[in-house]
T-cell receptor, first 111, second 115 residues
Framework: RKEVEQDPGPFNVPEGATVAFNCTYS??????FFWYRQDCRKEPKLLMS???SGNEDGRFTAQLNRASQYISLLIRDSKLSDSATYLC????????????FGTGTRLQVTL | NAGVMQNPRHLVRRRGQEARLRCSPM?????VYWYRQLPEEGLKFMVY????????ESGMPKERFSAEFPKEGPSILRIQQVVRGDSAAYFC?????????????FGSGTQLSVL
């Protein structure tokens, strides 16, 4: 079983739609969680950290469920520019070298 | 305010040659990480370095791969006697500190193609 699992997609949604991605992780000792965004053939960029209480940044909302070892990302009012691959990232603890990346969920927003 | 700089952007090597990938961290960052991304796969951690020290190399293949981060100059990831399976995107990241919630800033990567 992979340490971090994501549905690869692609998710094809029209502009303005709301879309949600899920991610599960296997190591219950994981300590911190992030969503990164990666555009085709480019470097990953931090989208947001994920906190137990849930957090929101504009149109993006992240949730963490430690009991179920589950992380989600909700994107409201999708824009064409949201088209990218969204990487679920988990830190097994200690240092940033323990970051484990999921393979990503691909989002395509269309007109 | 330059970000993480990697060069070359693209590198083509024939089987058996050596590949040298360079990474200059963001100003003020002393922690460097190398990741590899194979086609259609997630990023895999390779090695974590601080100046003149390898802190964690648990993700490095046992042979042909080495990394350094000298006191002066960029971090170097070196692959000797490259094989086709080494073809991948190699990303470097840096951070000012280390810790559970530390965020990584990535360079634009080096795409290595082995013919």
């Amino acid at each position: 079983r992979k340490e971090v699992e994501q549905d690869p997609g692609p998710f094809n949604v029209p502009e303005g739609a709301t879309v949600a991605f899920n991610c599960t992780y296997s190591n219950s000792a994981s300590q911190s969680f992030f969503w990164y965004r990666q555009d085709c053939r480019k470097e990953p960029k931090l989208l947001m950290s994920v906190y137990s209480s849930g957090n929101e940044d504009g149109r993006f909302t992240a949730q963490l469920n430690r009991a179920s070892q589950y992380i989600s990302l909700l994107i409201r009012d999708s824009k064409l520019s949201d088209s990218a691959t969204y990487l679920c990232v988990v830190n097994r603890g200690g240092t940033a070298s323990k970051l484990t990346f999921g393979t990503g969920t691909r989002l395509q927003v269309t007109l | 305010n330059a970000g993480v700089m990697q060069n070359p952007r693209h590198l083509v090597r024939r089987r058996g040659q050596e590949a040298r990938l360079r990474c200059s961290p963001m100003k003020g960052h002393s922690h460097v990480y190398w990741y590899r991304q194979l086609p259609e796969e997630g990023l895999k951690f390779m090695v974590y370095l601080q100046k003149e020290n390898i802190i964690d190399e648990s993700g490095m293949p046992k042979e042909r791969f080495s990394a350094e981060f000298p006191k002066e100059g960029p971090s170097i990831l070196r692959i000797q006697q490259v094989v086709r399976g080494d073809s991948a995107a190699y990303f470097c990241a840096s951070s000012p500190r280390t810790g559970n919630n530390e965020k990584l800033f990535f360079g634009s990567g080096t795409q290595l193609s082995v013919l």
